[in-house]
């Protein structure tokens, strides 16, 4: 019997999806699990593996193709089996072109121009001599031609008479600062550049906007002392093998799992009217790549140990940057966090990922003077957490707690292996 092959839906706002390549032939045999095609989603580009084995009968769609999620790109069928494509909805129909407006008029009365005066450099001037002004013949003479003021000339003949050396000094006081100015550099013109926007960074843009305004974001921050996480790290990962090594990334991603576990209503979502509360906890870890941000997602956080956590990031992290991601790790997050801290980042806020109702800013670990319960001044390794909410689900006090909760699993690391 003849299966279709769909465009899958990758993520929860995933409308189309663009047909890279065919990996078979039409007319060619397919195994169940094989890649046929590989496509382009907002996100990432994954291969489609055949459901059933068989033929590949017909391809309806061809490389460089936009297809609508759910649509039918190609049939599998058994050998010798008759096929027919699946009819194609009627297109839509063109919305008729408006006229284009007539030219409109102020209906305000067309004031008159005004012009204004080019500014023009000035010499300050030197103070008016009153009475008739004492010059020579050839200074006279000299400065007509150059078009000088004598009144702005200081004399140094007898009397204060003004001789043809003034003029001549007079004119060279004045060429530094014209040279001054004619050595002015010229600004070199840089022309603007388009830049072709990615589905990716579309996505993100359509995405993040979303969030920011139907989503009230209000923000916690809060101080964590990592010195023991610091000494606890080290121990930890001197005792495993190399894929159970854990970063500190890991340990807040299980961190903020464990606080989800004991704050469902954190781990929610928002549905216009009602509130859902999640009852997996998948946390959501953002990367970042030179095409954009993606965030797969680590299912069932709340009930994996560490040394699987820290694998299994490790796992999701380097298939997201080799564009190899499985469709069930593009969706589903109930939480995110999001790390600056390699970037020397002390702190910032992040824009929720919807549906999701929180997302964890992670800043850098530095060591600061910190005031014990002594009096005493210490250095301790601290790093900053702000978590952004959604307060039509979470309200500051809930945050609050959360955030303490997720404070006092790293403060005392060793929670995080219970």
């Known amino acids: 019997m003849a299966s279709n092959v769909l465009m899958p839906k990758m993520g929860y706002d995933m409308t189309e999806g663009k047909i890279l390549r065919w990996m078979k032939n039409e007319g060619e045999a397919v195994t169940k699990g094989e890649p046929i095609a590989e496509i382009q989603t907002e996100k990432v580009n994954i291969e489609i593996e055949a459901f059933d084995?068989?033929?590949?009968?017909?391809?309806?769609?061809?490389?460089?193709?936009?297809?609508?999620?759910?649509?039918?790109?190609?049939?599998?069928?058994?050998?010798?089996?008759?096929?027919e494509a699946p009819a194609k909805a009627a297109p839509a129909a063109a919305p008729a072109k408006a006229e284009a407006p007539a030219a409109q008029t102020s209906e305000y009365p067309e004031g008159p121009s005004v012009t204004y005066p080019t500014a023009t450099p000035t010499v300050a001037a030197a103070p008016v001599r009153e009475g008739r002004l004492k010059s020579s013949p050839l200074a006279r003479k000299v400065a007509a031609e150059r078009n000088l003021d004598l009144s702005q000339i200081p004399g140094t003949g007898p009397g204060g008479r003004i001789?043809?050396?003034?003029?001549?000094?007079?004119?060279?006081?004045?060429?530094?600062?014209?040279?001054?100015?004619?050595?002015?550099?010229?600004?070199?013109?840089?022309?603007?550049?388009?830049?072709?926007?990615?589905?990716?960074?579309?996505?993100?843009?359509?995405?993040?906007?979303?969030?920011?305004v139907a989503a009230p974001h209000f923000y916690v921050t809060t101080a964590i002392d990592m010195t023991d996480a610091v000494a606890f790290r080290s121990q930890f990962n001197a005792a495993v093998s190399a894929e159970e090594k854990a970063s500190f990334n890991d340990m807040i991603v299980k961190a903020v799992a464990k606080a989800a576990l004991k704050f469902?209503?954190?781990?929610?979502?928002?549905?216009?009217?009602?509130?859902?509360?999640?009852?997996?906890?998948?946390?959501?870890?953002?990367?970042?790549?030179?095409?954009?941000?993606?965030?797969?997602?680590?299912?069932?956080?709340?009930?994996?140990?560490?040394?699987?956590?820290?694998?299994?990031?490790?796992?999701?992290?380097?298939?997201?940057?080799?564009?190899?991601?499985?469709?069930?790790?593009?969706?589903?997050?109930?939480?995110?966090?999001?790390?600056?801290?390699?970037?020397?980042?002390?702190?910032?806020?992040?824009?929720?990922?919807?549906?999701?109702?929180?997302?964890?800013?992670?800043?850098?670990?530095?060591?600061?003077?910190?005031?014990?319960?002594?009096?005493?001044?210490?250095?301790?390794?601290?790093?900053?957490?702000?978590?952004?909410?959604?307060?039509?689900?979470?309200?500051?006090?809930?945050?609050?707690?959360?955030?303490?909760?997720?404070?006092?699993?790293?403060?005392?690391?060793?929670?995080?292996?219970?």
Do not use: Y
């Open 53 to 83: 084995s068989g033929v590949l009968a017909k391809i309806l769609h061809q490389a460089d193709e936009d297809v609508p999620v759910g649509e039918v790109i190609a049939i599998i069928a058994q050998p010798g089996e008759k096929v």
């Open 163 to 212: 001789v043809r050396k003034d003029v001549d000094a007079f004119k060279g006081a004045l060429a530094p600062a014209a040279a001054v100015r004619a050595a002015a550099p010229v600004a070199v013109a840089r022309e603007d550049r388009s830049i072709t926007l990615t589905r990716m960074r579309q996505a993100i843009a359509r995405r993040l906007a979303e969030s920011k």
């Open 264 to 418: 469902p209503a954190v781990n929610a979502a928002w549905n216009e009217t009602e509130i859902i509360e999640r009852g997996a906890v998948n946390v959501g870890v953002a990367v970042a790549l030179p095409e954009g941000l993606v965030v797969p997602v680590l299912h069932g956080a709340g009930d994996k140990s560490l040394p699987v956590i820290a694998r299994e990031t490790k796992e999701i992290i380097g298939r997201a940057k080799a564009n190899k991601l499985k469709p069930e790790e593009m969706g589903g997050g109930t939480i995110t966090v999001s790390n600056l801290g390699s970037f020397d980042v002390e702190s910032f806020t992040a824009i929720i990922n919807p549906p999701e109702s929180a997302i964890l800013a992670i800043g850098s670990i530095k060591k600061e003077p910190v005031v014990d319960d002594k009096d005493q001044i210490q250095i301790r390794s601290i790093m900053r957490i702000t978590m952004s909410s959604d307060h039509r689900v979470i309200d500051g006090a809930l945050a609050a707690q959360f955030l303490a909760e997720v404070k006092r699993l790293l403060q005392t690391p060793m929670l995080l292996l219970i």
